[in-house]
């Protein structure tokens, strides 16, 4: 049972150019959102995140948007930059739900980005 | 300067064997985490535990018992290791009352490399 799915196994980009990485969820249960980025053989690192109270989060480079009615989140990146190549995961939590529900993250299974030169 | 930092990161060993998987965390931090990532690149949550007290347990086989001496560490011990352990596990820290403010979020150990052969 997948509640967070990300569709595009990959996708390649020129330096520059704007990178736009999908994901859909079924839990209406989710309200806080995280996008992680990873490079092979380290762990997951902080990227971004978003609460349902928002449609739209920015931090530099790197924003955010989500749809709630869709259920559904994208990660822009603009300009990206070879750097930026890894592979990201979407994750969503029920942060307000306390309890057995707190840290528990539910990751899509990543999309590998590359950016080339 | 690791916040979250885990050993060994490689790990090769034989079925039926017992080995454990050591992390600690310098951020202060009240909650921990040991997350799985299985072959099929999907990132799973196993454990958490807030001070030292079990909070989550993800229907995770009774040979895998994680030990939290204190805040700061959260050991994996798995027994009677199978092939079917093969996986990355991931040591991961938040604070306490994980909410949904922006920014908020958990912090991954770079990960242990796990082969059952």
């Known amino acids: 049972d997948q509640q967070v799915k990300q569709n595009s196994p990959s996708l390649s980009v020129q330096e520059g150019r704007i990178s736009i990485l999908n994901c859909d969820y079924t839990?209406?249960?989710?309200?806080?959102f995280l996008w992680y980025k990873k490079y092979p053989a380290e762990g997951p690192t902080f990227l971004i995140s978003?609460?349902?109270?928002?449609d739209k989060n920015e931090d530099g480079r790197f924003t955010v948007f989500l749809n709630k009615s869709a259920k559904h989140l994208s990660l822009h990146i603009v300009p990206s930059q070879p750097g930026d190549s890894a592979v990201y995961f979407c994750a969503a939590t029920n942060a307000n739900a306390g309890g057995t529900s707190y840290g528990k993250l539910t990751f899509g299974q990543g999309t590998i980005l590359t950016v080339h030169p | 300067d690791t916040a979250v930092s885990q050993t060994p990161k490689y790990l090769v060993t034989q079925m039926g064997n017992d080995k454990s998987i050591k992390c600690e965390q310098n951020l202060g931090h009240d909650t921990m985490y040991w997350y799985k990532q299985d072959s099929k690149k999907f990132l799973k949550i196993m454990f958490s535990?807030?001070?030292?007290?079990?909070?989550i347990n993800e229907t995770v086989p009774n040979r895998f018992s994680p030990k939290s001496p204190d805040k700061a560490h959260l050991n994996l011990h798995i027994n009677s290791l199978e092939l079917g352990d093969s996986a990355v596990y991931f040591c991961a820290s938040s604070q306490f009352g994980f909410g949904t403010y922006s920014g908020n979020t958990i912090y991954f150990g770079e990960g242990s490399w796990l082969t059952v052969v």
């Open positions: 978003i609460s349902s109270i928002k």
């Open positions: 839990n209406s249960m989710f309200d806080y």
């Open positions: 535990y807030n001070n030292k007290e079990l909070i």
